[in-house]
Protein backbone atom coordinates (compact mmCIF):
# COMPACT_ATOMS: atom_id res chain seq x y z
CA UNK A 1 0.00 0.00 0.00
CA UNK A 2 1.60 3.47 -0.69
CA UNK A 3 -0.01 5.12 1.70
CA UNK A 4 1.98 2.87 4.56
CA UNK A 5 5.04 3.70 2.41
CA UNK A 6 4.33 7.02 3.21
CA UNK A 7 3.94 6.52 6.53
CA UNK A 8 6.40 4.79 7.13
CA UNK A 9 9.08 7.34 5.17
CA UNK A 10 8.33 9.93 7.57
CA UNK A 11 8.16 8.15 10.77
CA UNK A 12 11.83 7.09 9.50
CA UNK A 13 12.67 11.06 9.31
CA UNK A 14 11.00 11.87 12.70
CA UNK A 15 14.16 11.92 14.84
CA UNK A 16 15.72 14.53 12.26
CA UNK A 17 12.77 17.08 12.88
CA UNK A 18 13.14 19.12 16.35
CA UNK A 19 12.86 22.75 17.02
CA UNK A 20 15.90 23.54 14.92
CA UNK A 21 15.09 22.31 11.87
CA UNK A 22 11.07 22.32 10.30
CA UNK A 23 12.50 21.98 6.80
CA UNK A 24 13.06 18.16 5.59
CA UNK A 25 12.70 15.97 2.42
CA UNK A 26 9.83 13.33 3.67
CA UNK A 27 10.05 11.23 1.04
CA UNK A 28 12.48 10.50 -1.68
CA UNK A 29 10.48 8.76 -4.28
CA UNK A 30 11.79 5.02 -5.30
CA UNK A 31 14.10 4.91 -2.02
CA UNK A 32 11.29 5.38 0.14
CA UNK A 33 9.28 2.66 -2.20
CA UNK A 34 7.07 5.22 -4.02
CA UNK A 35 8.82 5.93 -7.21
CA UNK A 36 8.85 9.35 -9.00
CA UNK A 37 6.87 11.48 -5.67
CA UNK A 38 9.06 13.24 -3.55
CA UNK A 39 7.15 15.01 -0.19
CA UNK A 40 9.08 18.17 1.17
CA UNK A 41 8.21 19.96 4.41
CA UNK A 42 8.48 23.26 5.32
CA UNK A 43 7.38 24.55 8.84
CA UNK A 44 4.80 21.61 8.41
CA UNK A 45 3.59 23.07 4.88
CA UNK A 46 4.24 20.48 1.97
CA UNK A 47 5.45 20.35 -1.23
CA UNK A 48 4.95 17.02 -3.08
CA UNK A 49 6.47 16.86 -6.37
CA UNK A 50 6.14 13.98 -9.38
CA UNK A 51 7.53 13.06 -12.28
CA UNK A 52 4.31 12.10 -13.58
CA UNK A 53 2.06 14.97 -14.97
CA UNK A 54 0.00 14.15 -12.29
CA UNK A 55 -0.53 13.00 -9.04
CA UNK A 56 -1.40 9.19 -7.70
CA UNK A 57 -5.03 9.39 -6.59
CA UNK A 58 -4.16 7.26 -3.17
CA UNK A 59 -1.25 9.46 -2.73
CA UNK A 60 -3.61 12.77 -3.53
CA UNK A 61 -6.34 10.60 -0.42
CA UNK A 62 -3.78 10.10 1.86
CA UNK A 63 -2.19 13.44 1.34
CA UNK A 64 -5.90 15.39 2.41
CA UNK A 65 -6.07 12.83 4.93
CA UNK A 66 -3.13 14.41 6.80
CA UNK A 67 -4.79 17.98 6.84
CA UNK A 68 -1.27 19.88 5.80
CA UNK A 69 -1.10 22.57 4.05
CA UNK A 70 0.14 21.08 0.52
CA UNK A 71 1.05 21.95 -2.65
CA UNK A 72 1.94 20.38 -5.77
CA UNK A 73 4.57 20.72 -8.80
CA UNK A 74 5.57 18.59 -11.79
CA UNK A 75 9.06 18.20 -11.53
CA UNK A 76 10.71 19.39 -15.16
CA UNK A 77 13.80 21.76 -15.29
CA UNK A 78 12.24 24.04 -17.89
CA UNK A 79 8.91 24.71 -16.04
CA UNK A 80 8.32 28.29 -14.43
CA UNK A 81 5.24 28.12 -13.03
CA UNK A 82 4.78 28.24 -9.12
CA UNK A 83 3.33 24.73 -7.57
CA UNK A 84 -0.38 24.53 -7.22
CA UNK A 85 -2.88 24.22 -4.03
CA UNK A 86 -4.00 20.60 -3.56
CA UNK A 87 -4.95 20.25 0.20
CA UNK A 88 -5.15 22.04 3.73
CA UNK A 89 -5.02 26.03 4.09
CA UNK A 90 -4.01 27.74 1.19
CA UNK A 91 -0.64 29.46 2.20
CA UNK A 92 -0.34 32.99 -0.02
CA UNK A 93 2.22 35.00 2.53
CA UNK A 94 6.03 33.59 2.68
CA UNK A 95 6.92 32.49 5.94
CA UNK A 96 10.00 31.19 7.94
CA UNK A 97 10.90 27.47 7.75
CA UNK A 98 14.13 26.77 10.00
CA UNK A 99 16.87 24.13 8.83
CA UNK A 100 19.50 23.45 11.86
CA UNK A 101 19.09 26.34 13.58
CA UNK A 102 18.67 28.62 10.52
CA UNK A 103 15.69 30.61 9.36
CA UNK A 104 14.95 30.79 5.62
CA UNK A 105 12.27 32.84 3.97
CA UNK A 106 9.91 30.03 1.76
CA UNK A 107 7.30 31.14 -0.98
CA UNK A 108 5.18 29.09 -2.35
CA UNK A 109 4.27 31.56 -4.92
CA UNK A 110 8.04 32.55 -6.08
CA UNK A 111 7.82 30.31 -9.26
CA UNK A 112 9.44 26.79 -9.76
CA UNK A 113 11.68 26.77 -6.49
CA UNK A 114 10.50 27.56 -2.98
CA UNK A 115 13.72 29.47 -1.62
CA UNK A 116 15.82 27.07 -0.48
CA UNK A 117 17.25 23.65 -2.23
CA UNK A 118 17.11 21.04 1.24
CA UNK A 119 19.39 18.34 -0.77
CA UNK A 120 22.29 20.82 0.22
CA UNK A 121 21.24 20.20 4.51
CA UNK A 122 25.03 18.61 4.54
CA UNK A 123 26.83 21.14 3.30
CA UNK A 124 25.30 24.31 4.77
CA UNK A 125 26.38 22.91 7.97
CA UNK A 126 29.93 22.57 7.34
CA UNK A 127 30.01 25.67 5.65
CA UNK A 128 28.42 27.00 8.99
CA UNK A 129 31.45 25.09 10.54
CA UNK A 130 34.19 26.24 7.82
CA UNK A 131 33.46 29.97 8.49
CA UNK A 132 34.43 32.15 11.75
CA UNK A 133 34.96 35.84 12.58
CA UNK A 134 37.53 37.41 10.17
CA UNK A 135 37.03 34.63 7.24
CA UNK A 136 35.13 36.36 4.12
CA UNK A 137 33.07 33.67 2.40
CA UNK A 138 31.75 33.82 -1.17
CA UNK A 139 29.16 32.41 -2.25
CA UNK A 140 28.76 32.37 -6.32
CA UNK A 141 25.09 31.29 -7.94
CA UNK A 142 23.86 31.85 -4.33
CA UNK A 143 19.88 31.71 -5.16
CA UNK A 144 18.53 33.25 -2.21
CA UNK A 145 21.83 33.05 -0.07
CA UNK A 146 20.91 30.15 2.28
CA UNK A 147 25.32 29.35 2.42
CA UNK A 148 25.70 32.97 2.94
CA UNK A 149 23.32 33.15 5.72
CA UNK A 150 25.01 29.82 7.27
CA UNK A 151 28.71 31.68 7.27
CA UNK A 152 27.42 35.00 8.26
CA UNK A 153 26.02 33.79 11.25
CA UNK A 154 29.66 32.04 11.76
CA UNK A 155 31.19 35.87 11.76
CA UNK A 156 32.26 35.44 8.48
CA UNK A 157 31.94 38.49 6.35
CA UNK A 158 29.93 37.06 3.02
CA UNK A 159 29.96 38.35 -0.77
CA UNK A 160 26.83 37.24 -2.20
CA UNK A 161 26.61 36.78 -6.12
CA UNK A 162 24.07 36.01 -8.47
CA UNK A 163 22.47 37.51 -11.79
CA UNK A 164 18.94 37.33 -10.10
CA UNK A 165 18.23 41.15 -8.25
CA UNK A 166 15.04 39.35 -7.10
CA UNK A 167 17.02 36.99 -5.30
CA UNK A 168 19.78 38.61 -4.04
CA UNK A 169 16.92 40.87 -2.13
CA UNK A 170 15.39 37.70 -1.17
CA UNK A 171 19.32 37.00 0.35
CA UNK A 172 18.95 39.89 2.44
CA UNK A 173 15.74 38.89 3.59
CA UNK A 174 17.25 35.81 4.83
CA UNK A 175 19.92 37.80 7.12
CA UNK A 176 17.33 40.10 8.53
CA UNK A 177 15.48 36.25 9.25
CA UNK A 178 18.35 35.76 10.96
CA UNK A 179 19.35 39.22 13.07
CA UNK A 180 22.16 39.36 10.22
CA UNK A 181 21.96 42.68 8.94
CA UNK A 182 22.94 42.69 5.39
CA UNK A 183 24.99 46.00 5.43
CA UNK A 184 27.49 44.42 6.72
CA UNK A 185 27.80 41.98 4.07
CA UNK A 186 28.18 42.30 0.41
CA UNK A 187 25.75 41.36 -2.42
CA UNK A 188 26.65 41.72 -6.11
CA UNK A 189 24.38 41.18 -9.18
CA UNK A 190 25.95 39.37 -12.15
CA UNK A 191 27.86 36.61 -13.95
CA UNK A 192 29.86 34.27 -11.54
CA UNK A 193 32.87 34.40 -14.14
CA UNK A 194 33.40 37.92 -14.82
CA UNK A 195 33.07 38.33 -11.04
CA UNK A 196 35.55 35.91 -10.22
CA UNK A 197 37.99 37.76 -13.33
CA UNK A 198 37.36 40.91 -11.82
CA UNK A 199 38.35 39.84 -7.90
CA UNK A 200 41.37 37.94 -9.28
CA UNK A 201 42.69 40.97 -11.38
CA UNK A 202 41.99 43.41 -8.12
CA UNK A 203 43.99 40.70 -6.28
CA UNK A 204 40.92 40.01 -3.95
CA UNK A 205 41.13 36.75 -1.93
CA UNK A 206 38.67 34.68 -0.13
CA UNK A 207 38.80 32.14 2.30
CA UNK A 208 35.87 30.35 1.21
CA UNK A 209 33.91 30.04 -2.08
CA UNK A 210 30.55 28.03 -2.33
CA UNK A 211 30.26 26.96 -6.15
CA UNK A 212 26.90 25.20 -7.06
CA UNK A 213 26.20 26.40 -10.71
CA UNK A 214 23.57 25.51 -12.50
CA UNK A 215 24.21 22.27 -15.01
CA UNK A 216 23.47 25.24 -18.29
CA UNK A 217 24.02 28.72 -18.21
CA UNK A 218 24.66 31.67 -20.67
CA UNK A 219 25.93 34.64 -19.84
CA UNK A 220 25.02 38.02 -21.53
CA UNK A 221 27.49 37.54 -24.45
CA UNK A 222 25.90 34.13 -25.32
CA UNK A 223 29.19 32.27 -24.02
CA UNK A 224 27.30 28.78 -22.50
CA UNK A 225 28.80 27.59 -19.44
CA UNK A 226 28.23 23.26 -19.17
CA UNK A 227 28.75 21.44 -16.16
CA UNK A 228 29.82 18.36 -18.03
CA UNK A 229 32.66 20.31 -19.82
CA UNK A 230 33.69 23.35 -18.11
CA UNK A 231 33.47 22.81 -14.39
CA UNK A 232 37.23 22.49 -14.29
CA UNK A 233 37.63 26.19 -15.45
CA UNK A 234 35.61 27.52 -13.11
CA UNK A 235 36.90 26.48 -10.36
CA UNK A 236 40.44 27.17 -11.70
CA UNK A 237 39.07 30.70 -11.65
CA UNK A 238 37.73 30.28 -8.30
CA UNK A 239 41.25 29.58 -7.10
CA UNK A 240 42.64 32.07 -8.38
CA UNK A 241 41.01 34.24 -5.97
CA UNK A 242 41.47 31.97 -2.91
CA UNK A 243 42.99 32.68 -0.12
CA UNK A 244 46.34 29.99 0.71
CA UNK A 245 44.37 28.01 3.11
CA UNK A 246 41.07 28.71 1.46
CA UNK A 247 38.41 26.18 0.73
CA UNK A 248 36.06 25.52 -1.90
CA UNK A 249 32.98 24.07 -2.07
CA UNK A 250 32.19 22.52 -5.38
CA UNK A 251 28.21 21.28 -6.31
CA UNK A 252 26.71 19.61 -9.38
CA UNK A 253 23.18 18.08 -9.66
CA UNK A 254 24.00 17.36 -13.36
CA UNK A 255 22.85 13.71 -13.45
CA UNK A 256 24.58 12.46 -16.29
CA UNK A 257 28.27 13.50 -14.71
CA UNK A 258 29.39 10.62 -12.92
CA UNK A 259 30.96 11.51 -9.49
CA UNK A 260 34.22 10.64 -10.79
CA UNK A 261 34.75 12.81 -13.44
CA UNK A 262 33.09 15.50 -11.44
CA UNK A 263 36.14 15.01 -8.60
CA UNK A 264 38.67 14.75 -11.75
CA UNK A 265 37.21 17.90 -13.46
CA UNK A 266 37.43 19.99 -9.54
CA UNK A 267 41.09 17.96 -8.77
CA UNK A 268 42.11 19.24 -12.33
CA UNK A 269 41.13 23.04 -11.57
CA UNK A 270 43.47 22.42 -8.29
CA UNK A 271 46.05 20.67 -8.79
CA UNK A 272 47.72 19.46 -5.73
CA UNK A 273 45.03 20.08 -2.82
CA UNK A 274 43.43 17.63 -0.67
CA UNK A 275 39.65 16.82 -1.65
CA UNK A 276 36.90 14.69 -0.22
CA UNK A 277 33.52 14.47 -1.14
CA UNK A 278 30.16 14.81 0.97
CA UNK A 279 27.40 11.95 0.46
CA UNK A 280 24.10 13.69 0.25
CA UNK A 281 22.15 13.45 3.69
CA UNK A 282 20.35 10.36 4.79
CA UNK A 283 16.93 11.55 4.37
CA UNK A 284 17.63 11.57 0.47
CA UNK A 285 17.19 7.54 0.05
CA UNK A 286 16.90 7.62 -3.97
CA UNK A 287 19.09 8.44 -6.73
CA UNK A 288 22.21 10.45 -5.10
CA UNK A 289 22.29 12.86 -7.72
CA UNK A 290 24.19 15.39 -5.49
CA UNK A 291 27.70 15.20 -5.93
CA UNK A 292 29.71 17.57 -3.34
CA UNK A 293 33.53 17.89 -3.36
CA UNK A 294 35.37 19.72 -0.94
CA UNK A 295 38.56 21.54 -1.71
CA UNK A 296 40.67 22.05 1.34
CA UNK A 297 43.46 24.32 2.05
CA UNK A 298 46.54 22.94 2.87
C1 LIG B 1 21.10 25.95 -8.64
S1 LIG B 1 20.77 27.60 -8.12
C2 LIG B 1 21.96 27.70 -6.85
C3 LIG B 1 21.47 27.18 -5.52
C4 LIG B 1 22.24 27.70 -4.34
N1 LIG B 1 23.64 27.36 -4.43
C5 LIG B 1 21.66 27.16 -3.06
O1 LIG B 1 22.06 26.07 -2.60
O2 LIG B 1 20.76 27.81 -2.50
C6 LIG B 1 21.48 28.53 -9.44
C7 LIG B 1 21.53 30.06 -9.23
O3 LIG B 1 22.55 30.54 -10.11
C8 LIG B 1 22.14 31.78 -10.65
N2 LIG B 1 22.93 31.93 -11.89
C9 LIG B 1 22.80 31.26 -13.06
N3 LIG B 1 23.82 31.59 -13.91
C10 LIG B 1 24.59 32.47 -13.25
C11 LIG B 1 25.79 33.15 -13.56
N4 LIG B 1 26.39 32.99 -14.74
N5 LIG B 1 26.33 33.96 -12.63
C12 LIG B 1 25.73 34.15 -11.42
N6 LIG B 1 24.59 33.53 -11.07
C13 LIG B 1 24.03 32.70 -11.96
C14 LIG B 1 20.65 31.67 -10.82
O4 LIG B 1 20.05 32.96 -10.82
C15 LIG B 1 20.27 30.84 -9.59
O5 LIG B 1 19.94 31.66 -8.51
Known amino acids: MLSHKLHTAIGRRSDLLDGDTNALRLVDGAG ?23 LNPEVRQWIESQGNTCYWKRL ?5 ESP ?3 AG ?27 IFLDQRLNRQRVHKFSSPGKTILN ?14 AGATTTTLDLSQVYLDWARDNFRANDLDPADHYFCKGDTFHWLKRFSRQGRKFDGV ?10 DKGKVFRVEKDYAHLVALTHACLAP ?23 QGTPGKKLTTLDMPEEYTGEPYLKS ?3 HGQ
Open 32 to 54: DGVPGVFIDTFADRWLVSTRSNG
Open 76 to 80: DQHEK
Open 84 to 86: THI
Open 89 to 115: PAQEESFIARESGVNYRIDFQAGYSQG
Open 140 to 153: TFAYTGAFSACAAL
Open 210 to 219: ILDPPTFSRD
Open 245 to 267: DGWILCCTNCRKLDPRDFARAVR
Open 293 to 295: VWV
